[in-house]
T-cell receptor, first 115, second 111 residues
Framework: NAGVMQNPRHLVRRRGQEARLRCSPM?????VYWYRQLPEEGLKFMVY????????ESGMPKERFSAEFPKEGPSILRIQQVVRGDSAAYFC?????????????FGQGTRLTVV | DAKTTQPPSMDCAEGRAANLPCNHS???????VYWYRQIHSQGPQYIIH???NNETNEMASLIITEDRKSSTLILPHATLRDTAVYYC????????????FGGGTRLMVKP
């Protein structure tokens, strides 16, 4: 059973371009969480999705950021018109149900660099 | 906002037990205590979790006080590979919950 797969592992974008980060949860997991980690800082929750639904997006910036988790395929975190401040590591996690009384499995992250 | 308080850093000698404390004085009755760690810049790794009873697995032991206001993660024989940031998190068993990470404790295991 493969773990949570994130790709690409490293992504370089110029200011103003779009960044698409993909997360394939573990088999059988229908809950996905995205976190952002700025350099030398902690992990900040962004969004929680369950198949085709956004459950909580309280940590998502109001503009330029969006996330989806379609019925088929990976979860996508999309950042439009990237700026230098978007440079960070983006981690996704999956769980078979909400994280209460169960563990979440994290991917190895996508490191976004905006130049 | 994180509901836990942890010391920012700790040192431990290789081969000795590492005891990492966590205060969660406002924990609710339905909230679990979780521990995760992040080695260097890798993705966080689950270690253990519990509600009120002490728990043990192949990685660590979790000791929760009777009033549940604090807990201790114990790595019985720390190795250099245990050097990481350790996060103590409380989260309720409700649909729609996520893990909220605080600053964690940076554990340095020294030879």
């Amino acid at each position: 059973n493969a773990g949570v797969m994130q790709n690409p592992r490293h992504l370089v974008r110029r200011r103003g371009q779009e960044a698409r980060l993909r997360c394939s949860p573990m088999k059988g997991h229908s809950h996905v969480y995205w976190y952002r980690q700025l350099p030398e800082e902690g992990l900040k929750f962004m969004v929680y999705l369950q198949k085709e639904n956004i459950i909580d997006e309280s940590g998502m910036p109001k503009e330029r950021f969006s996330a989806e988790f379609p019925k088929e395929g990976p979860s996508i975190l999309r950042i439009q018109q990237v700026v230098r401040g978007d440079s960070a590591a983006y981690f996704c996690a999956s769980s078979p149900r909400g994280v209460g009384n169960t563990e979440a499995f994290f991917g190895q992250g996508t490191r976004l660099t905006v130049v | 906002d994180a509901k836990t308080t942890q010391p920012p850093s700790m040192d431990c000698a290789e081969g000795r037990a590492a005891n990492l404390p966590c205060n969660h004085s406002t924990i609710s009755g339905n909230e679990y205590v979780y521990w995760y760690r992040q080695i260097h810049s890798q993705g966080p790794q689950y270690i253990i979790h519990g509600l009120k009873n002490n728990e043990t697995n192949e990685m660590a032991s979790l000791i929760i006080t009777e009033d549940r206001k604090s807990s201790t993660l114990i790595l019985p024989h720390a190795t250099l590979r245990d050097t990481a940031v350790y996060y103590c998190i409380v989260s309720a068993d409700n649909a729609g919950n996520m893990l909220t990470f605080g600053g964690g404790t940076r554990l340095m295991v020294k030879p």
